[in-house]
């Protein structure tokens, strides 16, 4: 199974930005980021296709955070601007074969937003 390493993660003001970066260790087809706060269950963020041509986002980041990927790298990115407190969660990179079905998950990595 290919194995997925999510990096990027830390602490940032509200407003501020981050990326997060996901590393696969072999060729993925869709993949996906997900978050997961403290009480709360994982909730889908964003995914991309395999060539990248098709994006879907969560409407609580529609706007203000970007997911991309390179193929020659395997990895996918997520660009997140103007962030909020809210926004606080471990992120998870998230790896499938078909549309919104994900059954390869990364370790997460936290990202945490200061008022």
């Known amino acids: 199974q290919v194995q997925l390493v999510e990096s990027g993660g830390g602490l940032v003001q509200a407003g501020g930005s981050l990326t997060l970066s996901c590393a696969a260790s072999?060729?993925?087809?869709?993949m996906g980021w997900f978050r997961q706060s403290p009480g709360k269950e994982r909730e889908f963020v964003a995914r991309i296709s395999w060539s990248g041509g098709n994006t879907v986002y969560a409407d609580s980041v529609k706007g203000r955070f970007t997911i991309s990927r390179d193929n020659a790298k395997n990895t996918v990115y997520l660009q997140m601007n103007s962030l909020k407190p809210e926004d606080t969660a471990v992120y998870y990179c998230?790896?499938?074969?078909?549309?919104?079905?994900?059954?390869?998950w990364g370790q997460g990595t936290q990202v945490t937003v200061s008022s």
């Open positions: 072999g060729r993925t087809v869709n």
């Open positions: 998230a790896a499938g074969p078909v549309g919104s079905y994900f059954n390869n």
